[in-house]
């Protein structure tokens, strides 16, 4: 072999194996190795209040889907009062029926099941005990047989805080909470809130009302920039809620300062009876 030829072919060589080893990278990155599937049989339910909600935790549904995870969706309210600054949508059945689309192209994107109720926004806050009271009621109750029948082996919701101190996101969570809390489930199903650091915050009454403390949010869930881009994708489907001008860019380097980790809260079930409360 002459001298020549035998440099070409270690050229060909060496950038043969750069591209193996950079085509290997991406297929992790977006988790499209085969056998890289290793959710595959579980299920994860989140359940927000409003269309659009999802997109806090967008990225890891999408991360769970590309496991292998079946991922329900569950949005109680219809986005009727869903106005904003951004367009001239004016609130009432118009607005719904183009949530609801929207919502469905969200859910699409994350390849997620999407369930999708029909409650107000607002829940009927406005109408006082006799409107809100059977209409909270209602809510519950058909939460539980959404998951009764389902099953799923993770339930994600707002905690507390709703995220953004919301009527309805808290309201929402408050219920999903309450039918976990009802019944002893046959099949272990574990419950998560969604929280946002106290430590990222830097307004001092925010941090109080949305913030909580790292050391409660122990679930540090990762995910790709394949994800983060999926996550994107799905949340220009809710273009009625969204600045127009915001780009793919913008989006992703706002959630890059969150070093791509969603923080959850698991619920913790007591291991043992007590009589005292300073135990």
């Known amino acids: ?102 919502m469905k192209c969200a859910a699409n994107q994350l390849g997620a099941e999407l369930i999708h109720l029909d409650y107000h926004d607002q829940l009927k806050a406005d109408e006082g005990y006799d409107g809100h009271v059977p209409y909270a009621r209602a809510i519950i109750l058909e939460l539980k047989d959404i998951i009764q029948r389902i099953r799923p082996d993770v339930l994600i919701t707002w905690g507390p805080d709703g995220g953004s101190t919301h009527m309805d996101h808290r309201l929402v969570g408050a219920s999903v909470t309450q039918v976990y809390l009802s019944s002893e489930w046959q099949k272990p199903m574990y419950l998560f809130f969604y929280g946002t650091p106290t430590e990222s915050i830097d307004d001092a009454d925010t941090k109080t009302l949305r913030g909580q403390h790292k050391k409660y949010l122990r679930t540090k869930i990762s995910y790709s920039v394949a994800d983060l881009r999926t996550a994107f994708d799905s949340y220009k489907c809710h273009y009625s809620q969204i600045d127009p001008n915001l780009t793919k860019e913008e989006f992703m380097n706002r959630r890059n300062k969150n070093e791509r980790i969603i923080y959850l809260r698991k619920f913790e079930a007591p291991s043992k009876d007590a009589d005292s409360v300073f135990e």
């Open 1 to 102: 072999m002459n001298n020549k030829k035998g440099a070409f072919l270690i050229f060909i060589g060496h950038h043969s194996l750069i591209l193996i080893f950079l085509t290997t990278l991406l297929l992790f990155e977006t988790g499209e190795l085969q056998g890289q599937k290793p959710f595959e049989g579980k299920s994860v339910m989140a359940v927000f209040a409003h269309p659009d909600d999802e997109s806090t935790i967008a990225p890891i549904l999408a991360r769970y889907t590309r496991e292998g995870a079946k991922v329900y969706l569950v949005i109680v309210t219809d986005g009727r009062y869903g106005t904003n600054d951004f367009h001239d949508h004016i609130a009432g059945e118009t607005l719904v029926v183009t949530r609801k689309e929207e």
